[in-house]
């Protein structure tokens, strides 16, 4: 049975955290209060993630976090904290397999990306905080120039999440102009995109799912000339 070792800031975030993964997820969750704990955890035990809970994100917790990664432990490292500061995630998660999830967020995100990154070789970083929406969004491609309507269900500041009722002609790599309806203004705000992934059914409402990553508009147009 795959391992997690799991510490945090309270016993009672402990404790419900290690009964929530033990009983959504087929691993066994151990606890380590304190960072002396956990480099013998490491030691003694097969761990296969190390699973840090803090607050906001301090050079302390990422220093004993690479310190353990320049260590022997190879297995993938998450750290859940408030807020990530000014630390590049990407370039971390990219050199050291650390992952990073930020609070707030659906105990059914973390049971999910706990779960990829078990079974999962390579899974993206999620580098912004996303939120809930409930907004309409007109999508046109740059180059075919065809035209779809979608929902749009969750946003962060780097990208957005569509569904769509039928399956369009959208592939990962595509550059989308995109205008969306709705909101606390009620305006029109336009927005350009890259397609980043797709999925027949997607998690929020079963339509053809579209992930999209902002891309700013001299970014558009370079990619554009480079295919000339």
């Not at 960072?35 to 809970?53: N, R, T």
């Not at 500061?85 to 049971?111: A, C, D, Q, S, W």
Request: proline share 3%; charged share 25%; aromatic share 8%.
């Amino acid at each position: 049975m795959q391992r997690v070792l799991l510490s945090c800031r309270s016993i009672d975030d402990s404790r419900f955290l290690k009964s929530y993964l033990e009983t959504e997820l087929p691993y066994e969750v151990f606890l380590a209060p304190e960072p002396q704990e956990i480099e013998s955890s490491l030691k003694g035990k097969s761990v296969h993630l190390l699973l840090l809970q803090t607050g906001n994100l301090a050079s302390r917790d990422l220093d004993f976090a690479l310190r353990l990664r320049k260590g022997s432990y190879s297995h993938p490292i998450m750290i859940i904290t408030d807020s990530v500061g000014n630390i590049n995630v990407e370039e971390v998660h990219n050199k050291h397999r650390i992952y990073f999830m930020e609070r707030p967020f659906e105990l059914k995100t973390l049971r999910g990306l706990v779960r990829k990154i078990m079974v999962a070789k390579v899974v993206p970083q999620q580098v912004f905080r996303r939120y809930r929406t409930d907004m309409t969004a007109a999508v046109e491609t740059f180059t075919e120039g065809s035209r779809y309507e979608s929902h749009m269900f969750n946003l962060s500041r780097g990208g957005m999440y569509l569904e769509m009722v039928k399956r369009p002609n959208i592939s990962a790599g595509d550059l989308l102009r995109l205008k969306v309806k709705g909101g606390t203004d009620s305006r029109e705000h336009h927005i350009h995109g890259r397609v980043v992934w797709t999925t027949h059914k997607g998690h929020a409402a079963g339509g053809y799912g579209v992930g999209v990553k902002f891309i700013k508009t001299t970014d558009i147009y370079r990619t554009l000339l480079d295919k000339v």
